[in-house]
């Protein structure tokens, strides 16, 4: 049944919108019925923002819950799920524990809502990708595999608060605990990077083994040098002599400083499991926000980009099939 006028929950969903629209956040109505799903065809609002109509058609005297689209559309905004509220204790201690404290306060200072099961944290940055799962836990029967902290990043959304009724299957509400749509604050690419580091310490399905292709070489059936080096080479070997400084280790994920730099974070080695350094910063002489394997990483910093000198120099180190 369609809520009156005069209806607390539908007016305080149709003040949220207002309050969406001051921020600059994209959003969407969300059916009462326990689908959580769109009441309209969302793709538009997906690249711009809805309108002052929009808002008073979709909420105003409605049943409708609503939804944050995340992403560029809202600039730059992204928002970490945790399935449930245990899952979110334990976070906060890994985080505890990394000494990231005053980092998390900040974000759940500037926006942080409790959903019907969980916690919804919303920050901006300015790299935002598409959603993932950070974490995960196996399950007894199909689908075997639950996510329990994932992000709403570019192309998704969020439902958020005060949508309330028949909007979640629980009929419970979300609710905001602390800090409002204005003051979501933006953090960094670095400090983006930590998060779901520790994110990722709570997976309990064991990441894929990357495999490098097997490519045999010109000179012989075996393995090329760089294959080689890539298996057997340590980071710490590759970067250190040039400068870097090791700072942290996240679960799998080590973090470090570039030359020249006494504070932060520059880049991380094993990005999200997959053995590759990735750097943010712009200032090295790797490319930004592009993941290089340790062969790469060693040519760029000891050959300047060649790869030929660069192989020659594995080998006379002894760094070929036998």
Not at 39 to 67: C, E, M
Not at 140 to 159: D, F, H, L, M, Q
């Amino acid at each position: 049944m369609t809520a009156s006028k005069s209806s607390p929950s539908s007016f305080a969903v149709y003040q949220t919108a207002l309050a969406a629209l001051r921020a600059r956040i994209s959003f969407i109505p969300i059916v009462p019925d326990g689908r959580k799903a769109p009441a309209v065809r969302w793709k538009p609002y997906q690249v711009s923002l809805p309108t002052l109509n929009h808002a008073r058609t979709w909420f105003y005297g409605k049943d409708h819950g609503i939804a944050f689209l995340t992403g560029s559309v809202s600039g730059g905004l992204e928002m970490l799920d945790f399935d449930a509220h245990d899952i979110y204790a334990q976070f906060v201690e890994r985080v505890r524990q990394e000494e990231l404290t005053a980092l998390l306060e900040k974000i759940e200072q500037g926006y942080k809502e409790l959903s019907p099961r969980g916690v919804h944290l919303y920050y901006r940055c300015r790299v935002i990708e598409g959603s993932k799962k950070l974490a995960q836990c196996p399950l007894k029967a199909p689908p075997w595999v639950e996510s329990t902290i994932e992000t709403r990043g570019e192309g998704g959304y969020g439902i958020g608060a005060p949508s309330s009724g028949g909007v979640h299957p629980s009929g419970r509400p979300y609710r905001v605990v602390q800090g409002d749509l204005s003051t979501i604050v933006t953090i960094t690419v670095q400090e983006r990077a930590l998060l779901h580091a520790v994110a990722r310490t709570l997976d309990k399905i064991p990441p894929p083994v990357h495999q490098p292709p097997r490519i045999p070489s010109q000179q012989s059936q075996g393995r090329r040098p760089g294959t080689i080096f890539n298996e057997q080479a340590t980071w710490s070997e590759i970067l250190e002599p040039y400068g870097w400084t090791w700072v942290k280790k996240i679960g799998q994920e080590d973090f470090w400083r570039r030359p020249g730099k006494t504070l932060g974070i520059s880049a991380t080695t094993n990005f999200e499991g997959s053995g590759y350094l990735y750097v943010f910063s712009t200032s090295t002489p790797f490319v930004a926000r592009v993941g290089i394997d340790k062969f790469g990483a060693y040519t760029i910093l000891a050959h300047q980009g060649d790869f030929a000198s660069s192989t020659k120099a594995l080998v006379a180190q002894g760094y070929v099939e036998v």
